[in-house]
């Protein structure tokens, strides 16, 4: 029998998605189980974006641009340029979702062999992506206990060596919802220019920051123009993540021309999506100011419920729909798999994210978990009343 290729074995598995088989047995055995562990919105697609779908006449589905199309280049433009992020149509390049961004950046950016730093807890596909380009993550431990924020640049410095060519930031953060603030990026930007590396800043969240905080991009740097690459996602933005289809954004035209080539190489970006896609730029404030306050009611109800329990900590999240939540168990695998396999309450059970699966230094993440609010208030408040239950009921309690 032939043998699996090295990069397939060291591929690893969706630490959101692997508890998925377990997640239907329970529901085989009846019982309700509460998707703490995704961030897929239940928040209603804009209704322009699925117009745009359902009236669609077109005759032949053909294919686009590489690139994508270009109406809908130039709206993302106006619509980065309304937001203070000066960028023009022929800077954009439309993806199959932010995923494919941020490969295409790391394949043109990063040779086999060369390394990115990224703080953790991160969004576990980073480390896929990396692989795929043949990059090496460099892990910067990010602590719970000043809520995730960005760790010292001292830290940086001692990490970055002759193959470091880039950093990674996601802003707001997924998974513990942290928002970086402009100092803090402004002081991430002198060693990006001391060390002349790339920003790969993802920022899908933009439009979900709270408390009166306000986002700053990284395209927003000053001197760092051939520096940084922008990654985009409609899918969280307009609830509308099924249909595939994000962007890569720089000002660096060599960069731009070399993603071009793997644009290329996979023909087209999605034809439907990026007819949602653009219906969806025109969706009125009023919607992003409803999400807003469905998403401050259900944040701040989870931060008081999990900071109620005895032995359990939940920073507030400033931004994204996610917070990383430290809880007295001894194995978040263990627990995860737990909810599903052997707990009940009330006929139903939740299924948390282990956080062990963000983090790349071994041994982190045991204790916690990432949650996703993504549910109804209702929902949410039975999910939590579950979970509260669990954990008096499991093995592996540490307090």
């Not at 979900?208 to 990654?231: P, R, T, W």
């Not at 919607?287 to 329990?309: G, K, P, S, T």
Request: net charge negative; charged share 25%.
């Amino acid at each position: 029998m032939p043998k699996i290729s090295d990069r397939g074995q060291a591929m690893p598995s969706s630490p959101i998605r692997k508890l998925v088989p377990f997640a239907e047995a329970a529901k085989k055995k009846g019982r309700k189980v509460y998707h703490l562990n995704i961030g897929q919105p239940d928040i209603p697609t804009p209704q322009g974006a699925l117009d745009a779908v359902r009236s669609c006449d077109l005759k032949v589905i053909e294919y686009s641009h590489s690139a994508g199309n270009e109406s809908y280049r130039r709206a993302l433009a106006d619509y980065y340029q309304g937001i203070g992020i000066n960028v023009q149509a022929d800077q954009i390049l439309v993806t199959t979702g932010g995923s494919e961004a941020i490969t295409m950046a790391f394949m043109a950016c990063l040779n086999p062999g060369d390394e990115v730093i990224i703080p953790e807890p991160f969004y576990a596909n980073y480390a896929s992506f990396a692989l795929q380009a043949g990059a090496v993550v460099k892990p910067i431990v990010a602590s719970i206990k000043n809520d995730f924020a960005l760790p010292d640049i001292a830290e940086f410095e001692r990490i970055i060596t002759p193959r470091t060519k880039g950093i990674v930031i996601c802003n707001p953060n997924n998974p513990p919802g942290y928002l970086y603030s402009e100092q803090e990026l402004r002081r991430l930007a002198t060693i990006v220019k001391k060390h002349d590396l790339y920003v790969f800043s993802d920022e899908v969240y933009r439009e979900f920051c709270y408390d009166g905080h306000k986002h700053f991009s990284a395209m927003q740097l000053e001197g760092l123009e051939d520096n940084v690459v922008l990654i985009d996602s409609v899918s969280k933005r307009y609830s509308m993540c099924g249909v595939r289809i994000g962007a890569l954004i720089t000002r660096n035209r060599d960069i731009y021309t070399t993603a071009m080539k793997f644009a290329q190489a996979r023909l087209s970006p999605p034809s439907f999506g990026q007819l949602a896609a653009e219906a969806a730029v025109s969706t009125p404030e009023a919607y992003f100011e409803q999400v807003y306050n469905e998403y401050i009611a259900r944040r701040d109800y989870m931060v008081e419920a999990l900071n109620r329990m005895e032995g359990v900590y939940c920073p507030k999240p400033k931004g994204a729909f996610y917070t990383v939540v430290k809880l007295p168990i001894d194995d978040s695998d263990r627990f995860a798999q737990w909810l599903l396999e052997e707990f009940e309450h009330n006929g139903a059970t939740v299924m948390v994210a282990p956080a062990t699966g963000f983090y790349s230094t071994p041994g982190l993440g045991k204790n916690e978990v990432r949650i996703a609010y993504v549910l109804q208030i209702d929902d949410l408040r039975a999910a939590m009343e579950c979970l509260d239950a669990a954990l008096k009921q499991y093995p592996g309690r540490t307090l």
